[in-house]
T-cell receptor
């Protein structure tokens, strides 16, 4: 079945540590996204990528980094510069090109907690 | 700033009742308005979507009403069921844009 796989489901980070969240899709979608979800804040865009080897900052990119070396993969690194990283992180993809944002598919999320 | 404003933040409806969630936007370039449903611990799933060339779209018990002049759109859930209890997000995007702009979400509880 086609879909988006996020791993791990739960992740614990120590202060000053970088962690990487995995996102893989087999939908052959061109565009991929990372959102952060906090209670009462909705979904806020961190980064997005329209094509391989290209990505753009979203509304809250500070303290995060991404790469897009393969069409199927869009990992997110939460760096030590992110002062409040505890949140639920969601990866999504969409067809892009003619479809652009239409038909977003989300993964099941990674819950990151700072310990 | 929030490009899509959603209300109410939370909603309690009795089984069989109508749930109504409202969203408003300012950017007249928005041309795609989806609604997403999210259960605890899961990612959001597309529920229903509308383009501004129609004023209403219905899929089963779910209906989107769209008012272009008022720049508002709403989700109506008819005959609400306990299984509809979830968080609902409205969103909007432009034809030239890739990223969806989400509202802050509405937590719906349908009581038996």
């Amino acid at each position: 079945d086609g879909g988006i796989t996020q791993s791990p489901k739960y992740l614990f980070r120590k202060e000053g540590q970088n962690v990487t969240l995995s996102c893989e899709q087999n939908l052959n979608h061109d565009a991929m996204y990372w959102y952060r979800q906090d209670p009462g804040q909705g979904l806020r865009l961190i980064y997005y990528s329209q094509i391989v080897n290209d990505f753009q900052k979203g509304d809250i990119a500070e303290g995060y980094s991404v790469s897009r070396e393969k069409k199927e993969s869009f990992p997110l690194t939460v760096t030590s510069a992110q002062k409040n990283p505890t949140a639920f992180y969601l990866c999504a993809s969409s067809p892009g090109q003619g479809g652009k944002s239409y038909g977003y598919t989300f993964g099941s999320g990674t819950r990151l907690t700072v310990v | 700033q929030q490009q899509v404003k959603q209300s109410p933040q939370s909603l309690i409806v009795q089984k069989g009742g109508i749930s109504i969630i409202n969203c408003a936007y300012e950017n007249t370039a928005f041309d795609y308005f989806p609604w997403y449903q999210q259960f605890p611990g899961k990612g959001p799933a597309l529920l229903i979507a509308i383009r501004p060339d129609v004023s209403e779209k219905k899929e089963g018990r779910f209906t989107i009403s769209f008012n272009k002049s008022a720049k508002q759109f709403s989700l109506h859930i008819m005959d609400s069921q306990p299984g509809d209890s979830a968080t609902y997000f409205c969103a909007a995007s432009t034809n030239s844009g890739y990223a969806l702009n989400f509202g802050k979400g509405t937590s719906l509880l349908v009581t038996p």
